[in-house]
């Protein structure tokens, strides 16, 4: 069992940014080969963020593309760094791990979820 705990959420002005991480407080985060970030604006659903593979293979939404960066070290922790913030960026954000899948963007790829922390982003 992997119970994952999100940190690094805020509120913060547009333009600027901030470091999300996702730790295992239970179990192993590394324990499963692929990790993802969502996030769910109010009123609507959750949306697929980036992920990483235990490979280092990233991948990115187009909305977030070339201004998040999605990465992991050996302290069991996974990464979100967020540049550029735009208000549509506001969301709650979690972070996920699974096994190795061809699915890696649907929800149902990943077993293990956090709680979710809470970004804004407004002037």
């Known amino acids: 069992q992997v119970h994952l705990v999100e940190s690094g959420g805020g509120l913060v002005q547009p333009g600027g940014s901030l470091r999300l991480s996702c730790t295992a407080s239970s179990g192993s985060l590394f324990s499963m080969n692929s990790w993802a970030w969502y996030r769910q604006a109010p009123g609507k659903e959750r949306e697929w963020v980036a992920r990483?593979?235990?490979?280092?293979?990233t991948d990115y939404a187009g909305q977030v593309k070339d201004r998040f960066t999605v990465s992991s070290d050996d302290s069991n922790t996974v990464y979100l760094q967020m540049n550029s913030l735009k208000p549509e960026d506001t969301a709650v954000y979690f972070c996920?791990?699974?096994?190795?899948?061809?699915?890696?963007?649907?929800?149902?790829?990943?077993?293990?979820w956090g709680q979710g922390t809470q970004v804004t982003v407004s002037s």
């Open positions: 990483i593979t235990g490979g280092g293979v």
């Open positions: 996920a791990a699974g096994p190795s899948s061809i699915w890696w963007w649907r929800e149902t790829s990943y077993d293990y």
